[in-house]
């Protein structure tokens, strides 16, 4: 699995290296095609399943009382989610959409407790991954008392553009962001508005850290914008 940074809370496919797991879990999982804008569950469900995402992006979000979505994590293609309450056996904390259309796998709940009983290094890769997840929403509260909306979109970008730039030769290169989001998805998860991150946006533009295009968003200097990120 490729190497983590402090903004990449995923490292690749869940099942990268374990290919017996991997196999057990597909005999035993509900394959899914799915649109795009597809709700896979809702804030208080109950939390019988969970899920592998074959191909895709998933946003996890809240919707606030002012109607308001904050977004908690942007889910990829090789990702499980929906883990944390099914292991508690808990209502769902936050709710699961598709930006895409994808292919998700969902395993119920004794299938998935047996898989944890069976496969020990399955297991130790949720413990893995529920680690990385804690520490990332850490940084992001930190980040939030901390960091101003300029230095949390330069870190939001970066996150975004990280799957592109696993090998340390890309970090010199200009990288593009496979997945679009749009501008208030974007403040939704650097707590901001839409103005804000628009005007942010075009601010890294005429700095020449991005390129903004019909297509999406293209990263010209990673490195300066990592800079900025660690401000």
């Known amino acids: ?26 005999s035993r999982a509900k394959r899914m095609a799915v649109s795009k804008n597809t709700m896979i569950f809702f804030e208080e469900d ?47 904390k936050s709710n699961a959409q598709t930006l895409s259309e994808s292919v998700i796998w969902e395993i119920g709940r004794k299938d998935f407790e047996s898989m944890i009983s069976d496969y020990p290094d399955f297991s130790r890769r949720i413990l893995s991954c529920m680690g990385r997840r804690i520490r990332y929403l850490g940084d992001q509260v930190e980040s939030l008392m901390t960091c101003d909306v300029v230095t949390r979109l330069a870190k939001l970008i970066v996150y975004l553009a990280y799957e592109n730039m696993s090998q340390e030769e890309d970090w010199e290169r200009p990288v593009t962001i496979q997945k679009k989001l749009t501008q208030e998805q974007m403040a939704s998860m650097t707590g901001s508005c839409q103005q804000t991150v628009s005007n942010t946006l075009k601010r890294f533009q005429e700095e020449g850290l991005i390129q903004r295009t019909k297509k999406g968003l293209k990263v010209t200097n990673p490195l300066q914008l990592i800079r900025k990120a660690e401000h």
């Open 1 to 26: 699995m490729k190497e983590t940074s402090q903004w990449s809370i995923e490292e690749g496919d869940f099942f990268e290296g374990l290919e017996a797991a991997k196999k057990a879990f597909f």
């Open 46 to 92: 109950p939390s019988t399943s969970c899920y592998y995402l074959e191909k895709g992006i998933v946003r996890i979000f809240k919707i606030s009382y002012s109607g308001k979505e904050p977004i908690f994590f942007i889910r990829r293609h090789g990702a499980m989610f929906g883990l944390a309450e099914v292991l508690d056996s808990i209502p769902r």
